[in-house]
């Protein structure tokens, strides 16, 4: 669930993960998301972008703390790109009532957004679709107020334990060795 901000206070940019944040141990779905962008951080076109960025506020609700994915910064605009795995409306109200009012605060710049995501569901708006980050950007800097949808399939490398296992014959344990087979002078 997405904390909605109210009544800021203060917002400072961290130069690196708070202490207090526990470094948690993804799995499943979430270690997916995780690869998927790390994945897009290494990726070329997403050089020119700040990687997990980590804000620090105080709002009506108190001390907080939010990590931006990706943020994109011009002479014109501050644009904020939000990774999923898979499409999800939830995005839209993270960037609405998260991560916008933040920036909004922080610098005087105009502040918009986009979702990037591997994968599209029905419920993705078609017409905001593009494949092209810096259509993605345009769009953005065009109109602040939409959210467009940025679409990077990338191929995930597996974590080392998701590979197959070798499945051992029944007999095998460790220093036996293989029973006879009743061959003359084998084993």
């Known amino acids: ?20 944040i526990p470094h948690g141990r993804p799995r499943g779905a979430k270690a997916a998301g995780v ?22 506020f105080g709002d009506a609700r108190g001390h907080g703390y939010a990590q ?7 002479d014109e605009l501050i644009a904020v790109g ?11 109200s993270q960037l609405r009532k998260l991560y916008f009012p933040l920036l909004q605060r922080y610098s005087p710049k105009p502040v918009g957004g986009f979702i990037v995501c591997h994968n599209l569901t029905r419920e993705t708006p078609r ?9 993605a950007l345009r769009r953005v800097a065009f109109d ?3 959210i467009p949808t940025l679409h990077v399939p990338l191929l995930l490398k ?14 095998w344990r460790k220093g036996q060795a293989a029973p006879r087979t009743g061959h003359p002078g084998g084993h």
Do not use: I
């Open 1 to 20: 669930m997405t904390r909605e901000v109210q009544g800021l206070t203060f917002v400072r940019v961290l130069r690196e993960r708070p202490e207090c």
């Open 35 to 56: 690869r998927y962008e790390e994945a897009l951080a290494a990726s070329p076109s997403f050089a020119t972008a700040s990687h997990g960025v980590w804000l620090e």
């Open 68 to 74: 931006v994915d990706f943020l994109f910064v011009a």
């Open 82 to 92: 939000e990774a999923k795995l898979t499409w999800t409306p939830a995005a839209y």
């Open 127 to 135: 017409n905001e679709v593009t494949c092209d980050l810096s259509e």
């Open 144 to 146: 602040p107020t939409k």
């Open 158 to 171: 597996e974590p080392r334990h998701a590979a197959p296992k070798l499945r051992l014959p029944s007999w």
